[in-house]
């Protein structure tokens, strides 16, 4: 059975489906099922409607302007994003509400009300400024997850700047690409970071990622200090506490942004070894990402919302960052390893702080059921009212534990479909009004039209598979990928014109409900992170004993999907142990640890058709340890069994 298809079968067989509480329904901030259709029968109303929770200085004077592939949304409008998150709560009710709980993983906290916030935003763009950063520049952000890393972002989009966050676990060489494809002035970066009890180091990066490069300043925020033996370049780097010291504490003005001035760039993998500058703009994107918080997560003002992704990933962008704090909230941001010092962390953390809205991915959440209950049951979880996952198809086991154990079988779950290029949760139950079902992300929300489509691009028949497709603009959607418009185009407009194509397969059943596949392209998903396999197969034959290599992902009970590298050495090399390690380390230095392939196994030969194609989907099969049907379109069907033995060993 391919796949595809045996993943199906484990998800459809989960045929529970829950309904939201009378208790929550009552209190759920949108309760009325009418509104799907009140959205469907007219979108450009209901956003037009949503644009209203957003602050304008200018109010647009078109809802959407749409010549495909590009949109403008709330055209002519003019608004700042930080202005949005900070600034219009702390001149209203939310002055010294909690905005910010930071949460260091040595166990250092910080608690920064709306007021405390944006005084430091202000000095922060003071400080940027004063760097010479001006409205449309670029600045790369290379962070651990500590309370400068929003403000950082806060402060880009309150003078105009545009920031391009790279996570902190990719290497120099990813973060040099991103540098110089972004042509950053300026990169903002720390000593090192706290990760399950060590430093995590950063600046070393940094300093082989600038060289060469336009970069102006480094900026260096002191996180670890003396154990972090990070080097200071005097000509070149700055330090944050020194300079943030001095800076004036006036308001910083908000830039009056257009509605399609650019807001951030987020570098992710495609099918090729180089990554998408994904372009989100300013007004579309934070009217998406805040009607998301009201209607996904029914956000409340006394909500406490626990995100636990990275800000490195637009999953952190989105909810860490620009949904919850222009909607008011408290977000919760912690900075380390799940498991330091103990496996209860996030428990205690729930505990703490009383969180109430708890979203993660379902990799994580299969790490829970793997160290087992008992962490769980250490702590009271009763503040917690409502469960999110993203990332990656949930497995309905998953599902279950999340609902039992975090959930107490009360907490409706959404299992929320998006990509980095849709800035925020298409696909996802309203929690007060859809029933859901264990391992689908169920119906598209109110605004957005998606459906599955076969090759000619037709909607396929309840109870069949294809491609999912977003039929409709929307406000979030990304704008085009930085500096290369041809490809936004041909990625996800090239098959069906003015028709977005997200890259992954779906089913949808008889009640209509969307059941996500996988991706059908060289995509990995490995932790619900995006890794090309392009990229690591480059890295791979970058190395000088390196023939020819073909990486796949292969299913994982953990990860979701893991790397399995297929490696053909140059002649004369010495294959062994030593060569395995040294190919592994060369995928970390080139991209980083989250591409160190979890297998790599050295062969003679790759198998390939005659017309010399590799053919990943054996190499997939292999690596899963299932039968090899038919292969006579094998140029030599001996490789197989070579490889099968050498996987084995
Ligand atoms: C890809 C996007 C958007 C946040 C994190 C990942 C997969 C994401 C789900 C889900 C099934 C999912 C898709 C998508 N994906 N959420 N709930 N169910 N699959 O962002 O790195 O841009 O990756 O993640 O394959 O295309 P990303």
Redesign the pocket.
């Known amino acids: 059975m391919p796949e595809e298809e045996k993943h199906l079968d484990t998800l459809l067989t989960e045929n529970r489906t829950f309904t939201p509480s009378e208790a929550f329904k009552a209190r759920a901030n949108v309760n009325d099922p009418n509104i799907y259709e009140r959205a469907a029968a007219d979108p450009e109303a209901y956003w037009a409607e949503e644009a209203k929770n957003i602050t304008w200085f200018r109010p647009y004077n078109k809802i959407l302007k749409w010549d495909p592939p590009h949109a403008e949304w709330f055209v002519g409008g003019k608004l700042n994003a930080a202005y949005n998150c900070v600034d219009r709560h702390r001149e209203g009710s939310r002055k010294n509400k909690a905005a910010l709980i930071w949460e260091g993983e040595p166990g250092d906290s910080q608690v920064l009300t709306y007021d405390m916030l944006g005084r430091e935003v202000d000095k922060a763009a003071h400080m940027l400024s004063n760097l010479g950063v001006k409205k449309g520049d670029r600045v790369a952000v290379y962070l651990p997850m500590i309370p400068e890393l929003p403000i950082s972002l806060l402060a880009c989009a309150k003078l105009g700047a545009i920031h391009t966050v790279v996570f902190g676990g990719f290497s120099s060489k990813s973060l040099q690409e991103r540098i110089v494809d972004a042509d950053a002035k300026l990169v903002i970066t720390a000593d090192a970071g706290w990760r399950g009890g060590k430093p995590l180091p950063l600046k070393a990066n940094a300093d082989e990622a600038v060289a060469g490069t336009s970069v102006e300043h480094v900026l260096v925020v002191d996180r670890v200090g003396e154990q972090a033996k990070a080097e200071k370049n005097p000509d070149r780097d700055v330090s944050w506490h020194e300079l943030i010291a001095k800076q004036p504490s006036t308001p910083f003005p908000a830039e009056e942004m257009d509605t399609e001035d650019v807001l951030y760039l987020l570098y ?1 993998s495609g099918t090729t070894g180089k990554p998408k500058g994904v372009t989100h703009t300013t007004g579309g994107y934070m009217v998406g990402v805040n009607n998301s918080m009201r209607t996904v997560f029914d956000l409340k003002d006394e909500d406490v919302f626990f995100c636990t992704a990275d800000i490195g ?3 952190g962008h989105t909810y860490i960052v620009y949904g919850p704090l222009s909607a008011g909230a408290t977000t919760v941001m912690y900075e380390g390893a799940p498991n330091y010092p103990d496996r209860d962390r996030f428990w205690d953390i729930v505990e703490k702080y009383g969180v109430t809205t708890f979203y993660t991915a379902p990799t994580s959440i299969r790490t829970f059921m793997k160290w087992g209950p008992e962490y769980v049951e250490k702590h009271n979880l009763d503040s917690l009212r409502l469960l999110g ?6 497995n309905p086991e998953a599902w279950m534990w999340f609902h039992k154990y975090i959930g107490k079988e009360k907490a409706p779950i959404v ?7 849709t800035g925020c949760a298409m696909i996802a139950p309203l929690p007060g009004i859809t029933a859901t079902k264990p391992g689908s ?1 169920t119906k598209p929300v109110p605004g957005i039209s998606v459906d599955v489509v076969d090759h000619d691009g037709h909607s396929v028949e309840p109870g069949n598979g294809g491609s999912l497709v977003i039929t409709k603009p929307w406000p979030s959607m990304l704008r085009t990928i930085w500096g290369d418009d041809e490809r936004f185009r041909n990625t996800y407009f090239g098959d069906f014109p003015g028709i977005y194509l ?3 397969g779906a089913h949808k059943d008889e009640d209509n409900y969307v059941w ?1 596949l ?2 059908m392209d060289d995509v990995i ?1 490995v932790s ?3 890794i090309g396999t392009a990229e690591v197969e480059s890295a791979l034959v970058s190395h000088s004993s390196v023939a020819e290599s073909a990486v796949i992902g292969r299913s994982h009970e953990v990860k979701g999907q893991a790397i399995t590298a297929f490696v053909t050495l140059k002649e004369g090399v010495t294959s062994g142990d030593e060569i395995i390690k040294e190919l592994k380390q060369v995928v970390v230095n080139q991209i980083g640890a989250i591409a160190r392939p979890e297998e790599l196994v050295l062969t003679n030969e790759l198998p390939k058709t005659r017309s010399a194609k590799i053919m990943r989907r054996l190499l997939r099969d292999i690596a899963e340890g299932r039968d090899i049907g038919n292969t006579t379109t094998l140029a030599d069907p001996s490789v197989v069994e070579s490889l099968q033995a050498a996987f084995k060993r």
């Open positions: 992710t990933w637009v999953t996952t993203v990332g990656e198809p949930i299992d929320t479909w998006w990509q980095t290029e992300a997200p890259g992954d996500i996988g991706r998903n619900g992170h995006r």
